[in-house]
């Protein structure tokens, strides 16, 4: 297979947002209800899918990116590999809301099978804080996922008896409509409603799980999550989901990483920022002064004569690039403190500083009306 990031047109250093928008476009080009069932714009359809689920996922991406499509066995699915009805999947999941993608094209998923169907993809939501994004983490999460019944071995059917051929449909798993009009006849097929589209009905169903083959159980799942990570990115645990119905395959996890928002630091991709009050005579005469950081407290110095609004770097100590080996900063922007209630000590101080200061220059450095945010964003450009 060619390399994923030429299959989806984009750079290697593409955002997941880029990644998402190429993929959209290309799927929807070489899918082949659009192309007349072609062989070849289904195997294209496949590629594309294949790589976009490898760049989407910043687990996959990071071993593609070190190792290449060898470094990726065995996380592609089960035996047998990356097929289409995976491809579809995918699709569906991500781009084809509550009408399955089969509905944007009007018509039924090539190749799905009638007895035996793929398992739901659940989608579970992963809180990290920005220490997990610094160091990378790894979480444990519990999940509630259709299991196969242990009573009836995932059949449905009660002990001795076994599902048999929908009569509606002769086993097929479709209904055909004939409609004739001036312009000719036309055959339109849409999933039996008697069956589901299974081909089968179970007629003594197991008491157990009421013929779906299917039970709930509670499980705990282990979630490795890379240094780097933002709320953007998710994680495909592929073959872990809910079981499909009556001895279908399983189908996936999707950890939907949410980092929570921070009450210390402000992220803007790897850099983070943070606001430092200090007094007139730390502005003045500058100190050396304790800040916090996601590593831990350091030492910072405030030059003398520090201006409000002001940004002092502090190099290494910010968030590290996802896939990457550079580091963000962290920006400490300089809130210059004005007392609001003086004790008498301190308003003499004042006073004599008074008669012996400068004027105040006529332009400042900064906009003083600026937000944290907007002053930070400026920094980080």
């Not at 999933?191 to 007629?203: H, V």
């Not at 050396?288 to 190099?315: A, F, K, M, S, Y």
């Not at 012996?356 to 920094?379: C, D, F, H, T």
Request: net charge negative; charged share 25%.
């Amino acid at each position: 297979m060619a390399d994923y990031y030429d299959l989806l047109d984009v750079p290697r250093n593409a955002s997941i947002d880029d990644i998402k928008k190429s993929y959209r476009k290309l799927a929807f080009k070489y899918h082949p209800d659009r192309n007349k069932g072609s062989k070849d714009m289904e195997d294209l359809f496949k590629e594309v899918t294949e790589a976009y689920e490898v760049l989407s996922d910043p687990e996959k991406r990071s071993v593609y990116d070190r190792y290449g499509e060898q470094g990726l066995k065995g996380s592609m699915g089960a035996a047998g590999g990356f097929d289409f009805s995976d491809a579809i999947e995918i699709f569906m999941r991500d781009f084809g809301g509550a009408g399955g993608f089969g509905d944007l094209f009007g018509g039924r998923h090539r190749g799905e099978p009638h007895t035996s169907r793929k398992g739901q993809t659940i989608k579970v939501k992963v809180p990290l804080t920005l220490i997990d994004v610094k160091r990378g983490t790894t979480k444990t999460i519990r999940v509630s996922v259709l299991g196969s019944c242990d009573s009836c071995d995932g059949t449905g059917a009660t002990e001795g008896s076994g599902p048999v051929a929908c009569s509606a449909c002769s086993g097929s798993g479709e209904e055909r409509h004939v409609q004739r009009s001036v312009f000719g006849q036309f055959v339109s097929v849409s999933t039996c409603r008697t069956c589901g589209g299974e081909g089968t009905l179970i007629d003594n169903p197991c008491t157990k799980c009421r013929g779906d083959g299917r039970t709930r159980t509670q499980k705990e799942i282990e979630v490795d999550i890379p240094a780097g990570v933002t709320s953007d990115n998710f994680i495909t645990l592929r073959g872990e989901g809910n079981i499909g119905p009556r001895g279908g395959s399983r189908g996936d996890i999707v950890a939907v990483l949410e980092v929570e928002k921070d009450t210390i630091f402000v992220r803007n991709g790897m850099n983070l920022g943070y606001e430092l009050p200090i007094t007139f005579s730390q502005a003045a005469l500058g100190d050396e002064v304790e800040v916090p950081t996601v590593d831990g407290t350091v030492i910072l110095t405030i030059p003398p004569g520090i201006q409000n609004g002001e940004v002092l770097r502090i190099r290494g100590h910010g968030l590290p690039e996802l896939n990457g080996r550079n580091v963000g900063d962290q920006l400490v922007y300089i809130v210059v403190w004005t007392p609001d209630n003086l004790t008498t000590d301190q308003e003499e101080i004042f006073q004599a500083l008074r008669n012996v200061e400068n004027s105040a220059p006529g332009k400042i450095k900064r906009e003083l009306q600026k937000s944290l945010w907007s002053r930070v964003k400026e920094a980080f450009t």
